[in-house]
């Protein structure tokens, strides 16, 4: 919607067949997901100053005594979460037939049930939860889910983020495996606290009543950016060189060597 007006608006039916059909023709060879998180984000738990939330663990798909407002808010982030499954599930389709597409779906991570301290209590939604999310890993073989804290790109708030991708080197964003909770539904792993000290609320309204704390940390850090990049690029790469029966590479030149003459994967080229 920034970029391409009404051609990119996903919330019209008619668009996300579009895009669809182009995954399944084979257009793209990377499918970047990142749905919008408000409606389903823990930022909601933590006070009154609205949205309240409108969604919980046993009811992923929103509450039922929602009102007007709230049950356009779930229903919002239930179409981009739906479209996101659909447009995987698409291209293992593609890839079934000889397209070497691949994916990644970015969300915050499930940290279980809510602190004491928070102002609404119980055990927020989040689409790891979902048993289509979870069974997207069993499509295909090179899927795997790595959870890390977005304070490792150097900025001043931790926001625990998971990945789930069958792009190979993305392992290194932090450590794979789903979300443990334990029999209460608090958080036990696999990520463990950054062991930093962030003085960037990432919470409630600005103090200049301009907005949300979280806002602005919707944006990837730049150096997070670089690197889903890099390994996007590479692994396009090692399989491009890759001879037609599979294994490593046939040429031996660096990635470095070959950015000039090699052409860029379709989810990079410059529209």
């Not at 608006?9 to 793209?28: G, I, M, P, T």
């Not at 749905?35 to 939330?53: E, H, I, K, L, V």
């Not at 960037?200 to 704390?213: M, W, Y």
Request: aromatic share 8%.
């Amino acid at each position: 919607i920034h970029v391409g007006g009404s051609a990119h608006n996903l919330l019209d039916d008619q668009v996300q067949e579009e895009y669809l059909s182009r995954v399944l023709e084979c257009d793209y060879d990377i499918v970047i997901l990142s749905p919008p998180c408000g409606s389903w984000s823990r930022a909601n738990w933590a006070n009154n100053d609205r949205p309240a939330p409108c969604r919980d663990k046993d009811n992923p798909w929103g509450f039922q005594h929602n009102r007007a407002g709230q049950r356009k808010r779930a229903e919002l982030g239930n179409a981009f979460v739906h479209f996101s499954i659909r447009a995987i599930v698409a291209a293992q389709s593609a890839k079934a037939r000889g397209h070497q597409v691949r994916c990644l779906l970015e969300h915050p991570e499930d940290l279980g049930r809510v602190g004491r301290h928070a102002f609404h209590q119980g055990i927020p939604a989040s689409i790891w939860q979902l048993p289509a999310i979870r069974a997207i890993l069993k499509l295909s073989p090179d899927f795997f889910t790595v959870v890390g804290h977005q304070c490792q790109f150097e900025v001043d708030y931790s926001k625990p983020t998971r990945l789930l991708s069958d792009i190979a080197g993305l392992e290194a964003f932090g450590i794979t495996g789903w979300p443990v909770m334990d029999a209460n539904d608090w958080y036990v792993g696999p990520l463990p606290r950054c062991g930093h000290v962030h003085n960037n609320p990432t919470v409630g309204q600005k103090d200049d009543g301009s907005g949300f704390n979280s806002s602005a940390k919707a944006n990837y850090p730049q150096e997070m950016c670089a690197f889903i990049a890099l390994h996007m690029f590479e692994d396009w790469h090692r399989r491009a060189c890759a001879p037609s029966g599979g294994g490593g590479t046939s040429s031996s030149r660096t990635v470095q060597e070959t950015q000039q003459d090699t052409p860029r994967p379709a989810a990079l080229r410059k529209r």
